[in-house]
């Protein structure tokens, strides 16, 4: 029996929901803007809900461009209040004079907002031709294998960021717009999609009909082109993955990194970003980066633009991190087990004779983590001078440029530990006493401490 046009929608989404491991528990929200493809996706979710068991709510970027703004957010509140589904709704500054232009800079704007929503689950409404017209503006701008696996129906979130579905990626507009008809939904339009001069538009409006025109397949085909791409960039992050570990991740060891090809390095380099949430960076800058990594000496700290990011090398040692990291505020130490510097994290780890002297920590007026202060001096071992913070780092292989963020443990006002160096002889644990070791986590990559 043909199953009915009508059914197949749900079945797509659920297909969806179920690859995304969804279920009782899970908190899923609809990025609803109002038009019909978030409407039909808000529905369907309403539907799938009780086979599923996940708690659905909605969100609502008013980005303040178009003056049926206001009217688009009345109708998604009208929507989720006759449906008992909470909406939050999010006003943003969109920033008129970005370089990208207005469609990104709302974009940007959007995403950020969404990424406040409290959920395991962000659900959007991008369809099959969707799909398609990403894939065929990347690759008009050149993109690599990763750009060209165009969206995701499923992306897995991590570090407390939500995940994202797209429950109709396989669907056409048709599709959704013959559902939206048949159940008698109403929705607005956003009437920036009729005007051409968006990238975006002109390629929906006058580059896809040619090539429909062309290929009546354009669209399904196009997006069985991103599907294949998504295959082969799953087997570059696989060889990545080997590669990260034979080097040593997420501090390279540079001569097993150079020993690689040059593209399996600049695949490493790549999927070493995508894993910390940068974004990707040109060929150029990345080709760039990586030759005067071949070419200059060890000896030399290199600090290279990756465009929001740096790859940083130092003697034998690669890492990456971003180019500007929050700068740290000095914290008291008040008994946690971790402390915020920066971007990155400093941890105390509970041990038996090793690392601090417990006591020392607790024992004292005042434990500040704070930078190094003028004059540092500290003794490493207790038959050895104090010695200079210049010349620890140098033997640390710590460059000038990070110096100002070694994050320093301050005892009294004297220094017990710097990250990345050590503890002070003088707050070191006794054998056998109750100890805490300090760890520098990067939330990017820094130096390990040194062997
Ligand atoms: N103002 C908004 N508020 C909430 N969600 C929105 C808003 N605009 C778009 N979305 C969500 O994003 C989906 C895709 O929208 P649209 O096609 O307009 O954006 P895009 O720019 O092509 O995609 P993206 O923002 O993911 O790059 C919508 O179906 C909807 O789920």
Redesign the pocket.
Known sequence: MRTPPADVLPESAAAVLAAAGVGAGSRVCC???G?V??VV?FELLRRLQPRFGFSLRA???D?GLSPNAAAWARACAERCLAAGVPLQVFRVEVERAHADGLEAAA?AA??AA?AQVDCDWLA???HQD?QAETLLFRLLRGTGVHGAAAMRAVEPGGAGRAGRLRPLLGLRRAQLLEWAGAHGLGWVEDESNAELRFT?NALRHRLLPVAEGLFPAAVPNLARAAAHFAEADALLGELAAIDAAACGAPVLCRADLLALTPARQANLLRWLLLGSGAPLPGAAPLGEALRQLRACEPAHPLRLPLGAWVCCAYRDRVWLEPAQPPAPQALHWQGEAAMHWGGDEVRLVASIGAGLGRGCLEDAGEVLLGPRREGLRMRLHPARPRRELRKLCQEAAIPAWLRDRLPVLWVDGEPAWVGGIGVAAEFACAPGAAGLVPEWRPGGVTPAPPP
Do not use: C, K, M, Y
Request: aromatic share 4%; net charge positive; no cysteine.
């Open positions: 990025a609803l803007s038009g493809d978030s996706l969100a609502h970027v980005h974009r959007r995403h969404l959007f409404g991008h969707d975006r």
